[in-house]
């Protein structure tokens, strides 16, 4: 067999797991959405962290991060007042303003990447941390573009989801270390 038929066949295969991912996520209910949507930032928190211990050193900090600071107020502004305002400027806001063009409406997936890259710019603490903020941003809008058009609470679940994965970053730096 050769490599074009190959591709193809990989390429159909592909299509059709995120065509049954996004329609699972389109149909399901919000509560298995929200869980979802946060095991994924999860997971890829777990896996970012196992990367960043080997090259940890090498990151460039330009802020101190804000969780050093354990205290209940930044608790209370990472878990409610964050998660909302992210939301709206990095998933709702992008997501209106770029669907006004036709050219971002035939190209949905430079919506996800220009959302994605402003939330991780968004979160400057150090390069790592922008990275990192990329990857969550990318999940955040995926979950926001897959459930817009068919839930009208999609931007509270994105919200839930953002705030529960802050609140368990808070606790176990509180913690944990």
């Known amino acids: 067999m050769d490599n074009s038929v190959k591709n193809y066949r990989i390429n159909i295969i592909t299509e059709n797991i995120f065509h049954n991912v996004k329609a699972f996520l389109q149909s399901t209910t919000s509560f298995r959405f929200i869980l979802i949507i946060t095991s994924a930032m999860f997971l890829t928190d777990i896996c970012f962290n196992l990367l960043y211990i080997p090259f940890g050193d090498y990151d460039i900090k330009w802020f101190r991060f804000p969780d050093e600071d354990k205290s209940i107020l930044m608790f209370i502004v990472a878990v409610t007042f964050a998660p909302l305002f992210e939301t709206w400027l990095c998933q709702y806001l992008p997501y ?17 990447i220009a959302s ?47 705030s529960l994965m802050n609140c368990g970053a808070f606790l176990l730096s509180r913690y944990f270390g």
């Open 96 to 112: 209106k303003l770029l669907c006004k063009s036709k050219f971002f409406r035939e190209r949905k997936y430079l919506i996800l």
């Open 116 to 162: 994605a890259l402003f939330f991780g710019i968004n979160h400057f603490y150090s390069l790592f941390y922008i990275i990192f903020g990329i990857l969550m941003g990318t999940i955040l809008m995926y979950g926001y573009m897959v459930r817009i058009k068919s839930d009208k609470h999609t931007f509270l679940l994105i919200a839930i989801c953002h």
